[in-house]
């Protein structure tokens, strides 16, 4: 009930393309699901971040979209390029104000 | 610039000696968090502050100490570093009841 799992675990994308990840989860008390973007040696940054009650919320090249019913969520990268490459971590914050976080996608932008 | 700052940024530790990472903040959040993050995988959260109210995690271990003596600042201590627990550990604040918890850049531990 408290996962959030996470796919792909690796991503190979060619520069100008477009980058999918996918976040699936269970506990419908979540309530905010946000994207962090990690580089390596570094903390992660808030990349995007979405409420249930919002289908689509874009921010320059970055989109998520959100499924409710389905309870599925995805981050789109639009024209990724090779600065886009780092590692993305989709999460959703339960009840208790704590992230759930999915495991991770390593996403490399091929120039 | 408001922010996180960690020290150090990289911190090598023999094993079984004690090691005390350090987090500040000048966001002036009242909730702080520790994480614990391996090679490849999902932050892992170890304990938080919701101002000096202090919560622990049911599975992190007792080798893992915290203290915040004020706002700004928070500690991990940890009293006998094994080999397990060389980490990226990383420090995050964020606003009673908000949804946005912001990282610091983390301190890199290894235990030799």
């Known amino acids: 009930q408290q996962q959030v799992k996470q796919s792909p675990q690796s991503l190979i994308v060619q520069k100008g393309g477009i980058s999918i990840i996918n976040c699936a989860y269970e506990?419908?008390?979540?309530?905010?699901f946000p994207w962090y973007q990690q580089f390596p040696g570094k903390g992660p940054a808030l990349l995007i971040a979405i409420r249930p009650d919002v289908s689509e919320k874009k921010e320059g090249r970055f989109t998520i979209s959100f499924n409710k019913s389905a309870k599925q969520f995805s981050l789109h990268i639009m024209d990724s390029q090779p600065g886009d490459s780092a590692t993305y971590f989709c999460?959703?914050?339960?009840?208790?104000?704590?992230?759930?976080w999915g495991a991770g996608t390593k996403l490399i932008i091929k120039p | 610039d408001a922010m996180v700052i960690q020290n150090p940024r990289y911190q090598v530790t023999q094993f079984g000696k004690p090691v005390t990472l350090s987090c500040s903040q000048t966001l002036n959040h009242n909730v702080m968090y520790w994480y614990q993050q391996k090679s490849s995988q999902a932050p892992k959260l170890l304990f938080h502050?919701?101002?000096?109210?202090?919560?622990n995690e049911a599975d992190t271990p007792d080798n893992f100490q915290s203290r915040r003596p004020n706002t700004s600042f928070c500690f991990l201590d940890i009293r006998s570093p094994g080999l397990g627990d060389a980490a990226m550990y990383l420090c995050a604040t964020s606003t009673a009841g908000a949804d946005t918890q912001y990282f610091g850049p983390g301190t890199r531990l290894t235990v030799l």
């Open positions: 999460a959703a914050k339960d009840s208790n104000y704590q992230l759930i």
């Open positions: 506990n419908t008390a979540f309530d905010y």
């Open positions: 502050y919701y101002d000096k109210d202090f919560n």
